[in-house]
T-cell receptor, first 111, second 119 residues
Framework: AQKVTQAQTEISVVEKEDVTLDCVYE???????LFWYKQPPSGELVFLIR??????QNEISGRYSWNFQKSTSSFNFTITASQVVDSAVYFC????????FGAGTILRVKS | NAGVTQTPKFRVLKTGQSMTLLCAQD?????MYWYRQDPGMGLRLIHY???????AKGEVPDGYNVSRLKKQNFLLGLESAAPSQTSVYFC??????????????????FGEGSRLTVL
């Protein structure tokens, strides 16, 4: 069975704070992909990153960084120096034999 | 996402009515998907298509039908709407398939969503 758990339903931070969104996954597949998507208030879903199960290197893209740890089955997402425009719902997704989304984390960044 | 367009954006139906959601993509993608998004449940796959003329069931197919008569269009139909189908519906497309759905894993391009309310 595949499952993605985003335990944080909602997070509120003040602008310029760092924030980490947690994602824990379950799968029996040895080859799989992990994704993060952003859903801003306008409603569309925006692809952020895809990582495969063989690549545990952390990735940084501007203020965004991702920490993939197979030992703990986690793929956490950190936003450094958060901004109001980061306010959105963030979804983690796992793709093994099918694509499964987590329930999402609502991030509210206050000025 | 300018590449995937959904119509209509909003619709209110009465129980038992029928309707069709249209998804159009101009990226020449082979794979298209319909998801529904419900609070606290993330996105769940309803139906998908791996090419023109083909369709397959996803995770929650009951109460829905789909058709892919043209490569660029993927239609989602509700023959007899029920309140449980109140949701936000997202169409997506990809050039490469998703493992278990198609031969490779690829990035999904989503439409802006269609909010459907069934009274």
């Amino acid at each position: 069975a595949q499952k993605v758990t985003q335990a944080q339903t909602e997070i509120s931070v003040v602008e310029k704070e760092d924030v980490t969104l947690d994602c824990v996954y379950e799968t029996r597949d040895t080859t799989y992909y992990l994704f993060w998507y952003k859903q801003p208030p306008s409603g569309e879903l925006v692809f952020l990153i895809r990582r495969n199960s063989f690549d545990e290197q952390n990735e940084i893209s501007g203020r965004y960084s991702w920490n993939f740890q197979k030992s703990t089955s986690s793929f956490n997402f950190t936003i450094t120096a958060s901004q109001v425009v980061d306010s959105a719902v963030y979804f983690c997704a796992l793709h093994g034999n099918k694509l499964v989304f987590g329930a999402g984390t609502i991030l509210r960044v206050k000025s | 996402n300018a590449g995937v367009t959904q119509t209509p954006k909003f619709r209110v139906l009465k129980t038992g009515q029928s309707m069709t959601l249209l998804c159009a993509q101009d990226m020449n993608h082979e794979y298209m998907y319909w998801y529904r998004q419900d609070p606290g449940m993330g996105l769940r796959l309803i139906h998908y298509s791996v090419g023109e003329g083909t369709t397959a069931k996803g995770e929650v197919p009951d109460g829905y039908n789909v058709s892919r008569l043209k490569k660029q269009n993927f239609l989602l139909g509700l023959e007899s709407a029920a309140p449980s189908q109140t949701s936000v519906y997202f169409c997506a497309s990809s050039a490469l398939g998703l493992a278990g759905v198609g031969p490779n894993t690829g990035e999904l391009f989503f439409g802006e969503g269609s909010r459907l309310t069934v009274l």
